[in-house]
């Protein structure tokens, strides 16, 4: 008799790449029968058993139940984070994995929230969907270290946990990769109002003055940042090199084409300690030497694998460019260990705990 597999129902709102990244070695293994319930799009979704398109929670609420009787686990990835409260109402037995790809915690510190608080603003830290669902959840997933320890101390989370990194697939690894480029490249989220009570939360990703600097220093900054509105293009198209939308697996072929990818920023910040974004093993996957300017975590962790460096400034990137060179060469010969079929056991294990 044929083992049975494990039936994974995956909620997401936005179908964030994560998803994908660990869905696909999963269900390659033959081991799962994975379905993927988004209220948008994306590529791989004809990758799964069935995707459910939910468009308002009725809809979810309605996915969820046809599900229910047969599925061994749901599995939820944030943002947002109440889909664990809206299964638990339709199935409070079933085990629930919450997936924290983000939270508001690592995006200010609490002296800054206090200084916010008293000047009578009322700043978005402790989020209490996210405390709420956090602690109901059955298991959690982080992508990093730092931002796990973060989130269980502040919520004091005592379930079963583990950190799982945002690694790509093997199989979207690059190998062919088109013409050189040059230059620092830096692709994911630019955030470009900062000003608004929740928007001043992302201004770890407003790239205005690293832009103007690479500009004023003749180092050419190239930008994938899905944005080609007039505010965004105002801003940036006389000082970086702005480039179109791509799905993921074009996106690694096309940004294999430079000397360095940029996770962190010009100063200092938060969410930049604790931060272990997709974009580090993108440029993995795509070849490409990472420099991790004032990003404290994938600092220690690009210089420990030999596959990037840790700098304060652009100008000590600017100092140490062609370092990338030999990097490269181990990061080729290395980069293996750092896909997500080296490295999705921990989940593996982590569902038959739940079980």
Not at 94 to 118: G, M, N, Q, Y
Request: charged share 25%; hydrophobic share 35%; with cysteine.
């Amino acid at each position: 008799m044929p083992t049975k597999k494990l039936k994974i129902v995956a909620v997401s709102n936005h179908s964030c790449v994560r998803v994908h990244k660990q869905a696909l070695p999963l269900l390659e293994s033959g081991e799962y029968e994975i379905h993927l319930l988004a209220a948008k799009h994306s590529s791989f979704g004809e990758c799964y058993y069935t995707f459910g398109h939910w468009l308002e929670v009725g809809q979810l609420n309605n996915f969820i139940k046809l599900h229910a009787s047969t599925t061994d686990i749901f599995w939820v990835h944030n943002e947002p984070s109440w889909f664990v409260t809206l299964i638990k109402e339709i199935c409070p037995d079933k085990p629930v994995i919450l997936d924290v790809h983000d939270s508001f915690l690592a995006r200010t510190t609490k002296e800054e929230a206090d200084i916010k608080l008293s000047n009578g603003e009322n700043p978005v830290r402790v989020s209490a969907e996210e405390r709420n669902n956090f602690q109901l959840a059955d298991g959690l997933v982080f992508p990093g270290v730092s931002f796990a320890d973060l989130v269980k101390k502040e919520f004091k989370l005592s379930q079963p946990s583990i950190v799982l990194r945002s690694h790509v697939p093997q199989r979207l690894y690059r190998y062919n990769m088109q013409e050189w480029l040059g230059g620092l490249v830096y692709e994911g989220k630019v955030q470009t109002n900062t000003e608004g009570r929740v928007s001043h939360a992302f201004k770890y990703c407003d790239y205005k003055e690293l832009a103007k600097e690479c500009f004023s220093q003749g180092v050419d900054f190239h930008i994938y940042g899905a944005r080609d509105d007039k505010e965004f293009m105002d801003i940036y198209k006389d000082i970086a090199i702005i480039h179109p939308p791509y799905v993921l697996d074009v996106l690694l072929r096309q940004i294999s084409r430079h000397d360095w990818g940029l996770v962190g920023n010009l100063h200092p910040h938060s969410e930049w300690d604790y931060a272990m974004p997709n974009k580090l093993f993108e440029y993995v996957a795509a070849g490409v030497p990472v420099v991790a300017l004032n990003a404290k975590e994938c600092g220690e962790y690009v210089v420990e694998k030999g596959i990037g460096i840790s700098v304060n400034s652009l100008q000590e990137l600017t100092e140490r460019w062609k370092e990338h060179t030999e990097i490269r060469k181990n990061l080729l010969k290395t980069r293996r260990g750092l896909n997500m079929e080296e490295n999705i056991g921990s989940l593996k294990s982590l569902y038959e705990q739940l079980l």
